[in-house]
């Protein structure tokens, strides 16, 4: 299973940006999946998290800003970035609570990590 981010990169403060995760290879149910930021210096830090029924929880910093979505169909979560901060500059990773098989447990993966950048 890979999970492959893209659509990071520059943006000035009060602007948006889209990030989109898709999982691929041996798929039989992906639930939980969320995105995470790392700023140079700081912890790993949860950004916002989506089951798969649609319910959604944000890190304090983002609500009313940044919203998260996803295609079940298409095992693809989105992350849309609005109202651009500085702090909101760091590399951010994709997680998904991946089933291979119906006879297998969960497993978590993560996306080798995006850069977003916030300056004027």
């Known amino acids: 299973v890979q999970l492959v981010e893209s659509g990071g990169g520059w943006m000035q403060p009060g602007g948006s940006l889209r990030l989109s995760c898709a999982a691929s290879?041996?798929?039989?149910?992906?639930?939980?999946m969320g995105w995470y930021r790392q700023a140079p210096g700081k912890q790993r830090e949860l950004v916002a998290r989506?089951?798969?029924?649609?319910?959604?929880k944000y890190e304090d910093s983002v609500k009313g800003r940044h919203i998260i979505s996803r295609n079940n169909a298409e095992n693809t979560v989105y992350l849309d970035l609005h109202l651009l901060k500085h702090e909101d500059t760091a590399i951010y990773y994709c997680?998904?609570?991946?089933?291979?098989?119906?006879?297998?447990?969960?497993?978590?993966?993560w996306g080798q990590g995006i850069q977003v950048t916030v300056s004027s």
């Open positions: 997680n998904a609570d991946v089933t291979g098989a119906l006879w297998e447990d969960s497993k978590l993966y």
């Open positions: 290879g041996s798929i039989f149910r992906v639930d939980d």
């Open positions: 989506i089951t798969r029924g649609g319910i959604t």
